[in-house]
Nanobody, 123 residues
């Protein structure tokens, strides 16, 4: 059974940090890109960051470049998203997902999704 378990969300003040984790199982970790997406109330789900072990690539949305860092622990099949200098506009439900087609797959082409974790940044 494929599982992606996102965790690490919470409430933090502006300027603070959180680290999200996406623990995966049930598929070959190295064969999939792992992406982080977020969805704020009333908005579409948007890509935030992505890591592909096979391609050796990372991707960041412009809105998070320089503040967020994606990393992985291949031994644990887990991808992390370190979020620093958080802003109120980072408030959203964050999701992780896996794409066999790689980081630049469209949102709808991601194969597996985890449940979301809420990140709330207060001003």
């Amino acid at each position: 059974e494929v599982q992606l378990q996102a965790s690490g969300g919470g409430l933090v003040q502006a300027g603070g940090s959180l680290r999200l984790s996406c623990a995966t199982s049930g598929f070959t970790f190295d064969d999939y890109a792992i992406g982080w997406f977020r969805q704020a109330p009333g908005e579409d789900r948007k890509g935030v960051s992505c890591f592909s072990a096979s391609a050796g690539t990372t991707y960041y949305a412009d809105s998070v470049k320089g503040r967020f860092t994606i990393s992985s622990d291949n031994a644990k099949n887990t991808v992390y998203l370190q979020m620093n200098s958080l802003k109120p506009e980072d408030t959203a439900v964050y999701y992780c997902a896996a794409a066999g087609a790689g980081c630049f797959a469209t949102l709808y082409d991601y194969d597996y999704w985890g449940q979301g974790t809420q990140v709330t940044v207060s001003s």
